[in-house]
Structures are given as structure tokens and as C-alpha cells.
């Protein structure tokens, strides 16, 4: 078989594979940093299983923090 015949796979930025990754465990989410704005702090966080990441916000400090972006990355 050539390189003509095969098929290259990508690992991050597709819509399918992100909701794969997403879908195969409850994400344990750690804060990698958080910088305040003037809507409340934003998040970089991660999840400690499988590495995928995520940007949070969190409004005010009583509130627990909601998703503003999809996940990206991790394993396939």
C-alpha cells in the first residue's frame, strides 16, 4: 500500500472527535490559570484524565464556573 492509499486522521479540531473525547468519561477539570475580567475570571482548565481543555467563566466567586468554549484536544 502507498501514501497514496492511505488516509491521514486528525487528531484535534474535529467537531467528532472532540464530542467522542467528551462523551467517554465525567472530566475531572484543574485550574491551569485564571485571570480576572471585567466579567468575572476567566479559566484555563484541564482535565486531569485525558488532557482535553476548556475556557471557563466564572461571573462571580458564589457561582460555580460555566463553559465558554468546546474542549480541544486530548486523545482520539
Known amino acids: 500500500m502507498t501514501a497514496i492509499h ?3 486522521t486528525p487528531r484535534t ?4 472527535s472532540q464530542h467522542v ?4 468519561h465525567e472530566h475531572s477539570w484543574a485550574t491551569e490559570s485564571r485571570h480576572p475580567t ?3 475570571h476567566v479559566l484555563y482548565v ?4 485525558c ?6 467563566l466564572q461571573g462571580h466567586h458564589d457561582v ?3 463553559p465558554l468554549s ?7
Do not use: F, L, M, Y
Not at 479540531?13 to 467528532?16: D, H, M, Y
Open 13 to 16: 479540531g474535529a467537531p467528532e
Open 6 to 8: 492511505t488516509h491521514t
Open 38 to 40: 471585567s466579567a468575572g
Open 21 to 24: 473525547a467528551a462523551v467517554r
Open 70 to 76: 468546546r474542549v480541544v484536544g486530548g486523545e482520539p
Open 64 to 66: 460555580p464556573p460555566a
Open 46 to 49: 484541564r482535565c486531569t484524565a
Open 51 to 56: 488532557g482535553i481543555h476548556r475556557v471557563d
